[in-house]
C-alpha cells in the first residue's frame, strides 16, 4: 500500500520569495507516478506538477519545480517567485499501479503568501 | 468547455439516510473516480469506474456504492449514513485510467450529516 507523509502543516512564505513544500511517500511499486496538487478555498483540486518515478530528471512547470529523490523516497515542491495567488492547500499524492485516478493523498500543507 | 461538474454542491442529511451525489466528466473522458475528503485532511480515495466497469475500490464499507451510466456520468450512493460520513465528495474524470492520463477534479458536494 502507498502512504504519503507531509510533514509541515502550515508554512508562510513572502511575496516574490521561494518556498519548499516537503514530501515523502511509501511504495512498494516499481512503477508510479507523483503529483503535487492545489486546493484553493474554491475547492476544487488543480494539478502543479507530476513526476514519472522512472525519470530521473525534476519535473518543472514555470515556477514550479520539484527535487525528487527516488532513493530517500523523497519529492519535494519548489514554488519560485511566490506570487498572493499561491495560498492553498497543497497536496502531494502517488498513483496506484492501476490507474491514474487512485491517487493517495497526503494531509496537506496550508501556505500563506503573504504581501 | 465545461470541466467536471459535481451536483450538488451542498447537501445535508440527517442520519440513517440515504444520499445520492452526481459527477459529470468532461466531455470525452471515460474515466470517473471518487474521492472522500475530511476537513483537515487529503482526499480519500473510494470508487474508480471505466467504461462503466468498477476498476477499483478504496477501504469504504458496502454503505458505499457506484455506477457509471453509458453517458459516462456517475453517482456516488450512500446507504445508513452517519455523522463521519460528512466530508467533501470529489469527483475526477480523466481520458484513460492508466497513470498517464492527468485527473481532473470537480469542485466536490459538501455533504453534512446531522
Known amino acids: 500500500a502507498q502512504t504519503v507523509t507531509q510533514s509541515q502543516p502550515e508554512m508562510s512564505v513572502q511575496e516574490a520569495e521561494t518556498v519548499t513544500l516537503s514530501c515523502t511517500y511509501d511504495t512498494s511499486e516499481n512503477n508510479y507516478y507523483l503529483f503535487w496538487y492545489k486546493q484553493p478555498p474554491s475547492r476544487q483540486m488543480i494539478l502543479v506538477i507530476r513526476q514519472e518515478a522512472y525519470k530521473q530528471q525534476n519535473a518543472t512547470e514555470n515556477r514550479f519545480s520539484v527535487n525528487f529523490q527516488k532513493a530517500a523516497k523523497s519529492f519535494s515542491l519548489k514554488i519560485s517567485d511566490s506570487q498572493l495567488g499561491d495560498t492553498a492547500m497543497y497536496f502531494c499524492a502517488i498513483s496506484d499501479q492501476t490507474g491514474a485516478n487512485n491517487l493517495f493523498f497526503g494531509t496537506g500543507t496550508r501556505l500563506t503568501v503573504i504581501p | ?114
Not at chain 2, 439516510?17 to 475530511?38: A, E
Request: with cysteine; net charge positive; proline share 4%.
Open chain 2, 1 to 114: 468547455d465545461a470541466g467536471v461538474t459535481q451536483s450538488p454542491t451542498h447537501l445535508i442529511k440527517t442520519r440513517g439516510q440515504h444520499v445520492t451525489l452526481r459527477c459529470s466528466p468532461i466531455s470525452g473522458h471515460k474515466s470517473v473516480s471518487w474521492y472522500q475528503q475530511v476537513l483537515g485532511q487529503g482526499p480519500q480515495f473510494i470508487f474508480q469506474y471505466y467504461e462503466k466497469e468498477e476498476r477499483g475500490r478504496g477501504n469504504f464499507p458496502d454503505r458505499f456504492s457506484a455506477r457509471q451510466f453509458p453517458n459516462y456520468s456517475s453517482e456516488l450512493n450512500v446507504n445508513a449514513l452517519l455523522l463521519g460520513d460528512s466530508a467533501l465528495y470529489l469527483c475526477a474524470s480523466s481520458l484513460g485510467w492508466n497513470m498517464n492520463t492527468e485527473a481532473f477534479f470537480g469542485q466536490g458536494t459538501r455533504l453534512t450529516v446531522v
